[in-house]
């Protein structure tokens, strides 16, 4: 299934531009974007997570291995 495309406008350094377009094809830039913009969202979801389970770590009590193994245990005799 091919994606939808939406033309979006937005702009970019002069750098940025004269380096994309000496390096890529006409017909191969808007693939390079959203590839570029893909694994920049993705960054930025993992780092957004990471954050959260930071916190999160932070707030709950540790446990021995001991006391996550009987916790297992018990979960799997109640199954």
Same mark, same amino acid.
């Given at each position: 299934?091919?994606?939808?495309?939406?033309?979006?406008?937005?702009?970019?350094?002069?750098? =940025?531009?004269?380096?994309?377009?000496?390096?890529?094809?006409?017909?191969?830039?808007?693939?390079? =974007?959203?590839?570029? /913009?893909?694994?920049? /969202?993705?960054? =930025?979801?993992?780092?957004?997570?990471?954050?959260?389970?930071?916190?999160?770590?932070?707030?709950?009590?540790? /446990?021995?291995?001991?006391? =996550?193994?009987?916790? /297992?245990?018990?979960?799997?005799?109640?199954?």
């Amino acid at each position: 299934m091919q994606a939808t495309l939406k033309k979006l406008n937005f702009f970019v350094e002069d750098d =940025i531009r004269g380096e994309m377009e000496a390096l890529v094809p006409a017909g191969q830039r808007t693939r390079l =974007i959203n590839e570029a /913009l893909r694994k920049e /969202l993705l960054r =930025i979801k993992r780092e957004r997570i990471h954050k959260k389970l930071s916190e999160f770590r932070i707030k709950t009590t540790r /446990l021995s291995d001991r006391e =996550i193994v009987t916790a /297992l245990r018990g979960d799997r005799k109640r199954a």
